[in-house]
């Protein structure tokens, strides 16, 4: 879709009915016959617009697919998604958002794609990401804090996940999985990746990049029986806008608070009514250890309390969880 098509669409979501073609051709510089080709270009890609002699056009279906002019209708947000870059097809939208936030791009700005062809997860593993069908998005954050504050994002992030998924579908049971997963049945939904650019007393920026199954009606064979969608779980079809545009309402507010204080305190007892791993046998493998045990919580600075068989309590700040299967 073109800027001037993008801009059209925008202005029939704001009007909720219908606006005629002088009042659009007079407001974008145009002919009236260019408004009539931008509207079949807006139909041609999904968008469903009616005309009507005497009154013009109205819009009156929407794709659900992330562009602006579908998630800026239900911000409540004051700065997170209001410049948003929208990508049929990129490598990955943490490259293309590190790519921007090293330039002049302000804090909020989201980069979202229809498709990834090099989506990555953490410990460098792909993320399969079909076009037309999922959520993949990247988020800007321009932190004033410490830098060994800085993973204590990715818990913040799952919170606001979480609740953004809670009010779309209050059926949902999902939980986090200490530290970036989101999961439905106890298979994964959703994943976050965080990337920092700092110094050991600054923080330059954070890339927040998640990726979350939405639609997506079939797995590959060996996903199968750890991983998920909306879809799969539910029947139903989402608007992966309305799913954006959650997630930054929620997520604007946490980490406005979050940055006024000094850790995880405020947040510390939702994480842990929705973790999955809360009182629970767990394994969390290191690069050159793992650590066993029974989770009985989560640290003010995120990291996950492991208490041992002889009754010690490990505090972990990264590694890979997993459940173990012989308790």
């Known amino acids: 879709m073109n800027l001037l098509s993008s801009q059209i669409l925008s202005r029939l979501t704001s009007a909720g009915d219908f606006l005629s073609g002088e009042e659009l051709s007079s407001a974008f510089g145009i002919t009236r016959s260019a408004v009539w080709k931008h ?35 239900l911000l409540t ?37 229809d498709t990834q062809t090099g989506g990555r997860g953490r410990m460098g ?67 976050v990746l965080c990337e920092m650019q700092s110094e050991p007393d600054c923080t330059h920026f954070v890339v927040v990049g998640i990726g979350i199954n939405v639609n997506q009606s079939e797995l590959p064979a060996e996903l199968l029986e750890i991983a998920t ?37 405020f947040i510390l007892p939702y994480l842990e009514e929705h973790a999955l791993l809360q009182s629970r046998m767990v394994s969390i493998e290191q690069f050159n250890r793992t650590i066993s045990g029974r989770v009985s919580g989560i640290a003010r600075g995120g990291e996950l309390m492991i208490e041992s068989a002889d009754g010690r309590t490990a505090m972990v700040s990264s590694g890979e969880a997993h459940l173990r299967k012989d308790i």
């Open 39 to 73: 509207i079949r270009m807006l139909r041609s890609e999904g968008y469903l617009v009616d005309a009507v002699t005497g009154r013009g056009y109205r819009l009156t279906g929407l794709t659900g697919r992330a562009v602006a002019a579908e998630v800026e209708p």
């Open 77 to 113: 947000s004051r700065r997170f998604g209001r410049n948003l870059v929208y990508l049929g097809v990129t490598d990955s939208t943490n490259l293309q958002a590190k790519a921007l936030a090293a330039g002049d791009s302000p804090e909020g700005t989201v980069v979202v794609a």
């Open 125 to 191: 593993r792909t993320w399969v990401s079909p076009p037309g069908e999922n959520l993949y998005f990247s988020l800007i954050l321009r932190p004033r804090v410490p830098s060994v504050r800085v993973p204590q994002l990715t818990l913040l992030v799952a919170a606001a996940i979480h609740r953004a998924l809670s009010a779309i579908s209050g059926d949902l049971q999902a939980k986090i999985k200490w530290p970036n997963d989101i999961l439905l049945n106890e298979k994964k939904l959703c994943g």
């Open 229 to 265: 969608s909306l879809f799969l779980e539910t029947g139903q079809l989402f608007s992966r806008a309305e799913i954006l545009a959650a997630f930054l309402n929620h997520f604007e507010p946490l980490y406005d608070t979050w940055m006024s204080e000094e850790d995880l305190t």
